[in-house]
């Protein structure tokens, strides 16, 4: 199992580095959001992790109806991008945009936008050695792509690939049983009790993670399960927890 951690777990990014060396992790998601946004190489190559970046979290929407909101918003995407050829990462994790309340009855139109915006990520990645991979999202008000099926379906049709994150499928509805696509290259972990994602640590919620984690082994799924935890102790339990039921 190649296990690793988030760096949402502490804003102190050289402390937490030290502390996923201590863990013997071999995998580390780096958040390029504030207050990390801009990414301190010489730090980061100081470590002999394999990075993957997770783009910006605060303020984006890649499917904006406001085009320069759009345009600042994929800058960021490709900037990011940009940063993981950089360091050497593999992958980076893209959200999907967002549908305001006042923007609810173009919600057609703005899913056809943010499959524009799939398109130009992916034409923009070609050729860098970096893979951008579309997370599925909780379920929240004017999240997109909450529906893994449908954002399944959208990724074949583009031949992109997806960041599965378990616990916002959860919320979302969907069962231990359905949670797998051979779309998968990367996947968030994390617990909750559905009705949040509250990203508790891994044997706190309800997921029976024990039945998603075999799923995707019989799977031969063969990517890197990063650990999303709140914060470093949260972290420590979710390690414990997989220690204690032999997946790692």
Request: net charge negative; hydrophobic share 35%; aromatic share 10%.
């Amino acid at each position: 199992m190649k296990i690793g951690a988030s760096t949402l777990a502490s804003t102190d990014l050289e402390k937490f580095l030290d502390y996923c060396v201590d863990l013997n992790l071999d995998f580390v998601e780096i958040v390029k959001s504030y207050p990390n946004h801009d990414l301190d190489f010489d730090l980061l190559k100081s470590y002999d992790f394999t990075y993957s970046v997770h783009s910006p979290l605060i303020d984006m929407n890649i499917c904006s109806l406001t085009r320069s909101i759009r345009e600042a918003s994929m800058q960021e995407l490709k900037d990011s991008i940009d940063d993981a050829a950089r360091l050497g990462a593999r992958n980076v994790v893209i959200h999907p945009g967002k549908v305001s309340f006042l923007g609810q009855p173009y919600k057609d139109h703005i899913y056809e936008i943010c499959v524009d915006s799939f398109k130009e990520i992916h034409y923009y990645s070609s050729g860098t050695g970096v893979m951008p991979l579309i997370e599925n999202m909780p379920m929240i008000p004017g999240f997109m792509y909450t529906d893994i099926n449908r954002l399944n379906s959208t990724l074949e049709n583009l031949d992109m690939f997806m960041t599965f994150d378990i616990g916002h499928a959860y919320t979302a509805g969907f069962s231990e049983n359905e949670m797998y696509s051979p779309r998968i290259k990367h996947i968030h972990l994390h617990d909750n009790k559905e009705d949040d994602d509250s990203h508790l640590p891994l044997g706190e919620g309800s997921i029976d993670l024990k039945q998603v984690l075999h799923l995707f082994d019989e799977k031969n799924y063969n990517g890197t399960y990063i650990i999303e935890a709140n914060n470093p102790e949260s972290l420590k339990i979710s390690l414990e927890y997989l220690k204690n039921n032999n997946f790692i």
